[in-house]
């Protein structure tokens, strides 16, 4: 049997996925592109996604897929600046698909050196860990501390820390195999040691629960904690002595809420020097294992477990489907 035109992966019940028909994409608008999607990571947000535990409420009847990098097929009349065969990182969610109907202004160009699998990984995390450093308060000569070391963001935030003379302490949960201090009850000695008599201005944390006071027990006075993750899946809680005695500030972090209080010339200005520090080498991220769409639940069980990498999707594979 034929595989479908266009077919997409959508959260089922109870952590289930499942595949349904999508309608295949009509001849663009003046201002619209049509794209046949190549790759997509199996990011902690798609399984919070399918779990049901995403911070935002999601279309149901939509793909899932917070990224991933697809080909050009066809441009509208008014497109001058992209062309069949270029690369592009759709802007929003429903990547999980195999063809996709998009406007202009909801797609970044790859640049032609990009690896199309690292293009793949580039929407989400370079611009999240840019942001945090924007909305960490740290500059030249401080130290910030971040958990979850072995992420992808935690990657790009030591890449961009580093351009900017913040010098970053990692942090790993106890007896990982990671580089990094280790996130338990001597965490803010071993901090104090790691900074060197720089400031702790900022803890950048995703895993929430008792880590946030962990973190927020490390910073200097008006410190400031961003909470951006939910790897415990508990409420963060921090000791009221220390949100007193030091005036921290403790706050909430999203991607897509922070871009969009940008101007278009900042969100371009960052792409654009995202991708220069992407092409100088270096900030490429290790890939666990590549699986065809019909392998997602394979994917995805192997997304859940611990290991260094991401795992993507091939959505241009027919294998199975």
């Known amino acids: 049997m034929s595989p479908p035109a266009n077919i997409g992966l959508l959260a089922g019940t109870a952590g289930d ?3 349904e028909p ?3 994409p009509a001849a663009p608008g003046p201002d619209g592109l049509t794209v046949r999607m190549l ?4 990011n902690p947000a798609d399984l919070l996604a399918i779990d049901g535990g995403y911070a935002f409420a999601l279309d149901a009847d939509a793909p899932l897929g917070a990224e991933g990098v697809g080909v050009v097929e066809q441009v509208g009349s008014r497109v001058s600046d992209l062309s069949p065969g270029d690369l592009v990182l759709p802007l929003d969610r429903g990547n999980w698909t195999r063809r996709r109907a998009l406007a202009r202004d909801r797609v970044i160009a790859v640049p032609s ?5 690292q293009a793949a990984m580039m929407r989400i995390n370079p611009a999240t860990a840019w942001l945090l450093l924007d909305a960490s308060g740290a ?3 401080d130290c910030l501390v971040q958990n979850a070391a072995g992420s992808a963001v935690a990657h790009w935030v030591r890449r961009l820390a580093a351009l900017r003379d913040i010098a970053v302490i990692d942090v790993v949960r106890p007896n990982s195999s990671a580089a990094g201090l280790a996130d338990d009850e001597h965490l803010e000695a ?9 400031p702790v201005r900022a803890a950048l944390d995703c895993v929430a629960g008792d880590a946030t006071g962990r973190m927020a027990a490390c910073l200097d006075t008006d410190g400031t904690v961003l909470v951006f993750g939910h790897l415990s899946g508990e409420p963060s809680r921090v000791r009221s002595q220390l949100l007193t005695g030091r005036g921290l500030t403790v706050r909430g972090f999203s991607l897509r809420p922070a871009e969009a209080r940008m101007t278009p010339a900042a969100r371009d200005a960052m792409v654009a020097a995202l991708w220069a520090v992407a092409g100088q080498g270096g900030a490429d991220l290790p890939i666990r294992a590549v699986f065809p769409l019909a392998e997602a639940e394979r994917a ?8 260094r990498g991401r795992v993507l999707l091939d959505l241009d594979a027919i294998s199975g489907m």
């Open 22 to 24: 999508q309608p295949m």
């Open 300 to 307: 995805i069980a192997l997304a859940r477990t611990p290991g």
């Open 190 to 198: 071993t901090v104090k040691v790691a900074s060197g008599g720089r």
């Open 39 to 42: 790759f997509a990571p199996v």
């Open 139 to 141: 500059g030249p000569d």
């Open 17 to 19: 996925i499942r595949f």
């Open 113 to 117: 050196n990009i690896d199309p699998r």
